[in-house]
T-cell receptor, first 113, second 115 residues
């Protein structure tokens, strides 16, 4: 049972345009959401997070939006750069219990020059 | 320079052998985690530890064992009981969550292959 889903395995955008990566979740106990960027043969790098008490968090070119009623979050990258090309993972943790992360399966973003 | 060090980067194991993956952090983090990544999939939790001398099973703990004798170290042993050990293994750490959430930070991983 996938509690965190990234339904788009890949996304291609032009340099300078907006990249929108989507993530859906099913567990209503999740209260902390994160986005990680990963290159092959490396560990994920933390990008940005959002707590369930907010609906938006911004850090430079990266903005995460959370829609709790729809159990949906998205990562916006504006403007997209070729160096943003990587696999992006959405992750979530629950307010009770272990606090380990539950990951989606990832979306491969390719930014075309 | 603070960070998480995993070694070795590549590891080969013969059938029936146990093998231990190292994870060391100098971030003064309390909690440490082991994840496994298979091709085309997200990361799945193997074991985690919130404090020294305590650890808990994750979602796919069968065939694995861990220890947490020091705050800085959380080695993972892949035993011969693990039927499909070939994967990319990632170690992570974080401060213990209290009043605020804390992101996990990852090492660069160890790729384990069976000969």
């Amino acid at each position: 049972d996938q509690q965190v889903k990234q339904n788009s395995p890949s996304l291609s955008v032009q340099e300078g345009r907006i990249s929108i990566l989507n993530c859906d979740y099913t567990n209503s106990m999740f209260d902390y959401f994160l986005w990680y960027k990963k290159y092959p043969a490396e560990g994920p790098t933390f990008l940005i997070s959002i707590s369930s008490i907010k609906d938006k968090n911004e850090d430079g070119r990266f903005t995460v939006f959370l829609n709790k009623s729809a159990k949906h979050l998205s990562l916006h990258i504006v403007p997209s750069q070729p160096g943003d090309s990587a696999v992006y993972f959405c992750a979530a943790s629950a307010r009770t219990g272990r606090r380990a992360l539950t990951f989606g399966s990832g979306t491969r973003l390719q930014v075309q020059p | 320079d603070g960070g998480i060090t995993q070694s070795p980067k590549y590891l080969f194991r013969k059938e029936g052998q146990n093998v231990t993956l190292s994870c060391e952090q100098n971030l003064n983090h309390d909690a440490m985690y082991w994840y496994r990544q298979d091709p085309g999939q997200g990361l799945r939790l193997i074991y985690y530890s919130q404090i020294v001398n305590d650890f808990q099973k994750g979602d796919i703990a069968e065939g694995y064992s861990v220890s947490r004798e020091k705050k800085e170290s959380f080695p993972l042993t892949v035993t011969s009981a693990q039927k499909n050990p070939t994967a990319f293994y990632l170690c992570a750490s974080s401060f213990r969550t209290g009043r605020s959430n804390q992101p996990q930070h990852f090492g660069d991983g160890t790729r384990l292959s069976i000969l």
